[in-house]
C-alpha cells in the first residue's frame, strides 16, 4: 500500500470516477471522457464556492450572535436600572415638624427632650388616626390596633408609656438616652407608616 505524502486532487477525483463508473484499475487520465472530467471540475469549483460562502455565513452569524448578545444585556441593564429605580424610595418630603422633635432632643437642655416626646406623641396620634385606628386616646387607639398589620406597636407602646411618664410623673429626671432611645422608638414608628 502506498502512503500519500501530499494532497493530490487528480487521484481522488480519480477514485470517485471510479465509484460512478465502477472503474477500479489504474485509471490514465487521458481515457476520461472529457464530459466527466468538466463535471468533476466544475464540482470542484462548486464545492469550494460554497465552503467560502458558507465560512462567510458562519464568520456573519458569529458577528451577528455577538451583536445580539450585546444588545439584550444593554437591553436587560438598562431594565434593571428602571426597576432599580422604582423601587428606590422616593425622595420624600422632609417632615418639619419632626425635624423640630430631632433638633430638641439633640439639644443639651433636659426640658427640650421633654418637648421633643411630648410632640413625637403628637404626632403619634395624628399618625393613629390616618391609619384608621378607633379611640379617643392614643392608648384606646393603640389598644384598637392589631400587632400583625403594626410590627412597631411595642415600640409605640413604650414610647408613649414614657411620655405619661414625663407628662404626670412631676419630678421625674429625664436623662439624655432615655429621652434618645424615646425619640428612636418614635421614629421606628413613623418610618413603618412613611410619615418620616
Same mark, same amino acid.
Given at each position: 500500500m502506498?502512503?500519500?505524502?501530499?494532497? @493530490?486532487?487528480?487521484?481522488f477525483?480519480l477514485? *470517485?470516477y471510479g465509484?460512478?463508473?465502477?472503474y477500479?484499475?489504474?485509471i490514465?487520465i487521458s481515457?476520461v !471522457?472529457?464530459?466527466?472530467?468538466?463535471?468533476m471540475?466544475?464540482?470542484?469549483?462548486?464545492?469550494?464556492?460554497?465552503?467560502?460562502?458558507?465560512?462567510?455565513?458562519?464568520?456573519?452569524?458569529?458577528?451577528?450572535?455577538?451583536?445580539?448578545?450585546?444588545?439584550?444585556?444593554? =437591553?436587560?441593564q438598562?431594565?434593571? $436600572?428602571? +426597576? =432599580?429605580e422604582e423601587r428606590? !424610595?422616593?425622595?420624600? +418630603?422632609?417632615?418639619t415638624?419632626?425635624?423640630? +422633635? *430631632?433638633?430638641?432632643?439633640?439639644?443639651? @437642655?433636659?426640658?427640650?427632650w421633654?418637648?421633643?416626646?411630648?410632640e =413625637?406623641?403628637?404626632?403619634?396620634?395624628?399618625v393613629?388616626q390616618m391609619?384608621?385606628y378607633?379611640?379617643?386616646?392614643?392608648?384606646?387607639?393603640?389598644?384598637d390596633a392589631? !400587632?400583625?398589620?403594626?410590627?412597631?406597636?411595642d415600640?409605640?407602646?413604650? =414610647?408613649?408609656?414614657?411620655?405619661?411618664?414625663?407628662?404626670?410623673?412631676?419630678?421625674?429626671?429625664?436623662?439624655?438616652?432615655?429621652?434618645?432611645a424615646?425619640? $428612636?422608638?418614635?421614629?421606628?414608628?413613623?418610618?413603618?407608616?412613611?410619615?418620616?
Amino acid at each position: 500500500m502506498q502512503y500519500i505524502h501530499f494532497l @493530490n486532487l487528480e487521484y481522488f477525483i480519480l477514485l *470517485v470516477y471510479g465509484v460512478f463508473t465502477g472503474y477500479s484499475g489504474s485509471i490514465d487520465i487521458s481515457r476520461v !471522457p472529457v464530459e466527466t472530467a468538466e463535471l468533476m471540475s466544475r464540482l470542484i469549483w462548486i464545492g469550494t464556492i460554497c465552503t467560502v460562502l458558507f465560512l462567510i455565513g458562519v464568520v456573519y452569524c458569529y458577528r451577528r450572535l455577538v451583536e445580539v448578545e450585546h444588545a439584550g444585556w444593554h =437591553a436587560r441593564q438598562h431594565v434593571e $436600572d428602571i +426597576v =432599580a429605580e422604582e423601587r428606590m !424610595p422616593m425622595v420624600q +418630603v422632609k417632615n418639619t415638624q419632626w425635624e423640630h +422633635v *430631632v433638633s430638641l432632643v439633640n439639644s443639651a @437642655n433636659e426640658n427640650d427632650w421633654r418637648r421633643a416626646i411630648m410632640e =413625637a406623641d403628637i404626632m403619634l396620634s395624628g399618625v393613629l388616626q390616618m391609619q384608621g385606628y378607633r379611640g379617643g386616646t392614643i392608648g384606646e387607639m393603640l389598644k384598637d390596633a392589631n !400587632p400583625i398589620q403594626f410590627t412597631t406597636l411595642d415600640l409605640a407602646w413604650t =414610647a408613649h408609656k414614657t411620655r405619661n411618664t414625663i407628662a404626670h410623673g412631676g419630678d421625674y429626671v429625664l436623662t439624655e438616652r432615655e429621652a434618645r432611645a424615646t425619640v $428612636d422608638q418614635y421614629r421606628r414608628v413613623f418610618e413603618e407608616f412613611n410619615f418620616i
